[in-house]
């Protein structure tokens, strides 16, 4: 590909209250590009910034400044209907949230993909029996041998979950208070104190 998979081009999201006194409430802040097919783990405690960051990836938030390139196409600007050929956002009810545009259709180009490029699985409830997690797993790697990208966001409460990330994430992002990090590896992530504070007793022990 001659563009990065994905861009996230100093994307801001903000936030606010209030008419004539605007007080900022939250304020999610992202800058980072993955060239290449792969599984990228996302973490943050909850209300960090995570679901919203995921949005604005697939263009149903608007940001507030910056662009989201997909293959090198700003999915803000693409007509609503066709978003999701770009990038597809999977909720725990894997369900796809509405679109948010700023122009009528007509007025917004067509995508340049017939199927999502990038897959953002956003807390999905990994079940452990009747090998649901290999089936999940299995499909995380066509995904990826098939040239898309993928985006897991857990909240790990068990060991596993953890397991799950080291076994399938070859990158990191961790999200907290709206402040976005990455990291090129698990042991790279789990040195950083924010994240181990966030895992508790589930971080990995220090080598």
Same mark, same amino acid.
């Given at each position: +590909?001659?563009h990065? =998979? =994905?861009?996230?081009? /100093?994307?801001? %999201?903000?936030?606010?209250?209030?008419?004539?006194?605007k007080? &900022?409430?939250?304020?999610?802040? !992202?800058?980072?590009?993955?060239? @290449?097919?792969?599984v990228?783990?996302?973490m943050?405690?909850?209300?960090?910034?995570?679901? &919203?960051? *995921?949005?604005?990836?697939?263009?149903?938030?608007?940001?507030?400044a910056?662009?989201?390139?997909?293959?090198? #196409?700003?999915?803000?600007q693409?007509?609503?209907?066709?978003?999701d050929? =770009?990038?597809i956002?999977?909720?725990q009810?894997?369900?796809?949230?509405?679109?948010? @545009?700023? %122009?009528?259709? *007509?007025m917004?180009?067509?995508?340049?993909s017939?199927?999502?490029?990038?897959? =953002?699985f956003?807390?999905?409830?990994f079940? &452990? #029996?009747?090998?649901?997690i290999? *089936? +999940?797993?299995?499909?995380f790697? @066509?995904? @990826?041998a /098939?040239?898309?990208?993928?985006?897991?966001?857990?909240?790990?409460?068990e060991?596993?979950?953890?397991?799950?990330?080291?076994?399938?994430?070859?990158?990191?992002?961790?999200?907290?208070k709206g402040?976005?990090?990455?990291?090129?590896? *698990?042991? &790279?992530?789990?040195?950083?104190e924010?994240?181990?504070?966030?895992?508790?007793?589930? !971080?990995? !022990? +220090?080598?």
């Amino acid at each position: +590909m001659s563009h990065p =998979l =994905l861009r996230v081009e /100093n994307v801001a %999201k903000q936030y606010q209250r209030g008419v004539f006194r605007k007080t &900022t409430t939250f304020s999610l802040n !992202a800058d980072f590009e993955v060239h @290449k097919p792969c599984v990228v783990g996302v973490m943050g405690p909850n209300g960090s910034g995570k679901t &919203t960051l *995921f949005e604005l990836i697939t263009g149903s938030n608007l940001p507030s400044a910056g662009r989201v390139l997909v293959n090198g #196409q700003d999915i803000h600007q693409v007509r609503t209907r066709e978003r999701d050929r =770009l990038a597809i956002h999977y909720h725990q009810s894997y369900q796809v949230r509405s679109f948010q @545009k700023t %122009k009528p259709d *007509f007025m917004l180009a067509h995508a340049q993909s017939d199927s999502p490029l990038v897959h =953002l699985f956003d807390e999905p409830q990994f079940n &452990t #029996q009747d090998g649901y997690i290999g *089936f +999940m797993l299995d499909f995380f790697a @066509k995904l @990826k041998a /098939n040239g898309r990208l993928v985006f897991l966001c857990l909240h790990p409460n068990e060991p596993y979950h953890v397991d799950i990330l080291r076994q399938c994430c070859e990158r990191f992002i961790f999200v907290q208070k709206g402040t976005v990090s990455e990291a090129p590896d *698990f042991d &790279t992530l789990a040195r950083d104190e924010r994240v181990r504070a966030y895992l508790g007793a589930l !971080a990995p !022990a +220090m080598t």
